[in-house]
């Protein structure tokens, strides 16, 4: 084990975590249940080429870096957990200069990524984590909720980590309204993908990897997804002033100031079919969170 690596997450960790340091460079925390969610994300993220193109083309757009800079400020100096943290994208395009920046995945191979560019990695469930209570100035839960089992369990256990005055954010998790086609536009969902390959002239990513990719979005099929209730009835029972923002992807800090903006033509058109009005907040596509403990 790298004695850095132990040395920064030793002291955060629960005296009845069983975790293994000997596990090469990346520590493990037992799982209990290896669920097939659990096991579609491992393998799709385990997948050195499937995860380098996620790095690149995801969360790292300038819309995403301000609107991230004004939810959490600086990450100087602070103990930041990061659940989900895939290859590291957050960081990535945030940058800073964190006390303590732990990473927190399912994926060895992402892991061993995120530790290149500055993450103390380890392996867990999300559903269960190997920490004390209370010790974070800001957990980062990115694109990470629709992934997971168990939504409500995982959002709770990321609130158990932040210190008094601290921050939860969550964000790019599918707003449930936004996305219940309906008809026609539920047809074309079902056959959208060689649409998308012929009109990608080859360039649409493979049959195998859009299939591992499917089996990773839990919670982020036509129907499903998340509300902005969701939120408020899990932490404001823990202790925290929660505000909920829909938005689109192509804004920045302005989401904050509760401006949505407009998605693609392509979402607004299959909401329009669904009777859907893509020009409400009930029609943006995901929610962020920024929850403070009290």
Not at 163 to 191: C, F, N, S, V
Request: aromatic fraction near 10%.
């Amino acid at each position: 084990m790298n004695s850095t690596v132990f040395s920064s997450l030793h002291p955060y960790i629960a005296k009845d975590a069983s975790v293994d340091w000997q596990t090469g460079d990346i520590p493990t925390s037992r799982i209990a249940n290896f669920t097939p969610t659990i096991k579609a994300n491992a393998l799709y993220y385990d997948n050195s080429e499937w995860a380098r193109g996620y790095f690149e083309a995801c969360h790292r757009d300038k819309a995403f870096k301000e609107c991230w800079q004004a939810a959490s400020g600086s990450w100087d100096d602070k103990i930041v957990v990061d659940i989900g943290c895939g290859p590291g994208n957050l960081y990535a395009t945030l940058g800073g200069s964190p006390r303590l920046l732990i990473g927190v995945d399912i994926s060895r191979n992402c892991l061993k990524m995120a530790q290149a560019i500055g993450y103390a990695p380890i392996l867990a469930d999300a559903h269960n984590l190997p920490f004390i209570d209370e010790f974070a100035d800001i957990v980062a839960v990115n694109a990470t909720l629709h992934h997971c089992d168990n939504m409500n369990k995982v959002l709770a256990e990321a609130a158990r980590l932040v210190r008094p005055g601290g921050l939860l954010i969550t964000d790019h998790d599918p707003q449930q309204t936004a996305w219940d086609w309906k008809g026609l536009a539920m047809l074309l969902y079902k056959i959208r993908v060689p649409i998308y390959r012929l009109m990608s002239f080859g360039k649409f990513m493979s049959t195998a990897e859009h299939d591992a990719m499917l089996a990773t979005e839990t919670h982020h099929q036509p129907g499903d997804g998340l509300t902005t209730q969701f939120y408020y009835q899990i932490l404001e029972p823990l202790g925290f002033s929660v505000k909920v923002y829909p938005h689109n992807h192509t804004l920045g800090a302005q989401v904050l100031q509760n401006n949505y903006g407009q998605a693609q033509l392509k979402y607004r058109y299959a909401q329009w079919l669904s009777g859907i009005n893509s020009n409400s907040s009930e029609a943006a596509l995901s929610l962020m969170c920024i929850a403070r403990r009290n």
